[in-house]
């Protein structure tokens, strides 16, 4: 068998890594970043899937500015917050939106993504249940390209 | 840097409809992740906190944070259910304040 100097790539490694790969792109999407975000936010409590929509284009060409809107399901009783999270940005939090009465459980805004990522929207109710969507976006090019080619 | 804003408010509704404020701050949102031309980060400079008064009470309020767009744009809705005065406000982390004030005048049919 052919030895690897420390220059090259040992076999075992390179099986390794691949493998590696593979279970990440097997495992539920929860990056280091956002899990500390949500940890930041919600301690222990973790969200069931479902009663919050959220709606975004899942192409997108300039990741500066990215419309979306967070609309907590209208069958379930209003939720005290709606919170939106970019796992893949620098800051994986992006924005949490309180809700009193009259106010309708739903708003719109423009967001950054650095590139492609699963964005994920969260409704909280105030006994403390969670709910979660996410949605998968492309971005072809990402908010932070700007610092890279903005100087030429 | 004056902040100012545009902003879409109704100024008349029928009791019990569901009315839309859309809002648009010019702000460059700077996130702090940025580097300029000598290696330098920029220092954060955002919007933090966006807040709606309808008669006296805050019925939204949202944390900003730098994964905002630059011109912050923020749309929400509402049931109109009394006449009374709208306060939009916006806050900077370094404590500049801007308000909007409107009014709206709920027709009871």
Same mark, same amino acid.
């Given at each position: 068998?052919?030895?690897?100097?420390?220059?090259?790539?040992?076999?075992?490694?390179?099986?390794?890594? #691949?493998?590696?790969?593979?279970?990440?792109?097997? #495992?539920?999407?929860?990056?280091?970043?956002?899990?500390?975000?949500?940890?930041?936010?919600?301690?222990?409590?973790?969200?069931?899937?479902?009663?919050?929509?959220?709606?975004?284009?899942?192409?997108?060409?300039?990741?500066?500015?990215?419309?979306?809107?967070?609309?907590?399901?209208?069958?379930?009783?209003?939720?005290?917050?709606?919170?939106?999270?970019?796992?893949?940005?620098?800051?994986?939090?992006?924005?949490?939106?309180?809700?009193?009465?009259?106010?309708?459980?739903?708003?719109?805004?423009?967001?950054?993504?650095?590139?492609?990522?699963?964005?994920?929207?969260?409704?909280?109710?105030?006994?403390?249940?969670?709910?979660?969507?996410?949605?998968?976006?492309?971005?072809?090019?990402?908010?932070?390209?700007?610092?890279?080619?903005?100087?030429? | 840097?004056?902040?100012?804003?545009?902003?879409?408010?109704?100024?008349?509704?029928?009791?019990?409809?569901?009315?839309?404020?859309?809002?648009?701050?010019?702000?460059?949102?700077?996130?702090?992740?940025?580097?300029?031309?000598?290696?330098?980060?920029?220092?954060?400079?955002?919007?933090?906190?966006?807040?709606?008064?309808?008669?006296?009470?805050?019925?939204?309020?949202?944390?900003?944070?730098?994964?905002?767009?630059?011109?912050?744009?923020?749309?929400?809705?509402?049931?109109?259910?009394?006449?009374?005065?709208?306060?939009?406000?916006?806050? *900077?982390?370094? *404590?500049?304040?801007?308000?909007?004030?409107?009014?709206?005048?709920?027709?009871?049919?």
């Amino acid at each position: 068998m052919k030895r690897y100097g420390h220059s090259g790539l040992p076999r075992r490694a390179v099986i390794q890594g #691949m493998a590696a790969s593979f279970t990440l792109s097997l #495992m539920p999407r929860a990056s280091a970043g956002l899990e500390a975000a949500l940890q930041a936010r919600f301690g222990d409590r973790r969200p069931d899937t479902g009663g919050v929509e959220l709606e975004v284009s899942s192409l997108v060409e300039n990741g500066n500015s990215v419309a979306v809107t967070v609309r907590a399901d209208p069958s379930q009783p209003s939720p005290s917050a709606l919170h939106l999270f970019m796992p893949r940005n620098p800051e994986p939090w992006g924005t949490s939106f309180h809700i009193q009465p009259p106010a309708l459980a739903e708003f719109s805004t423009r967001i950054r993504l650095s590139g492609s990522q699963d964005l994920m929207a969260l409704a909280e109710w105030s006994d403390g249940r969670l709910g979660a969507t996410a949605v998968s976006v492309m971005v072809t090019l990402g908010a932070c390209a700007d610092d890279l080619y903005g100087e030429f | 840097m004056s902040l100012s804003a545009r902003v879409r408010i109704p100024t008349e509704a029928r009791a019990g409809e569901v009315i839309e404020i859309r809002t648009l701050v010019s702000h460059p949102m700077e996130t702090g992740f940025r580097v300029d031309s000598f290696g330098r980060r920029v220092p954060r400079k955002i919007l933090t906190r966006f807040s709606c008064h309808y008669d006296g009470r805050e019925i939204v309020s949202m944390d900003l944070r730098p994964g905002i767009a630059a011109n912050p744009y923020v749309a929400f809705r509402f049931v109109a259910d009394v006449s009374g005065a709208i306060e939009l406000r916006w806050e *900077g982390d370094e *404590g500049e304040v801007l308000i909007e004030r409107s009014h709206l005048e709920v027709i009871r049919a």
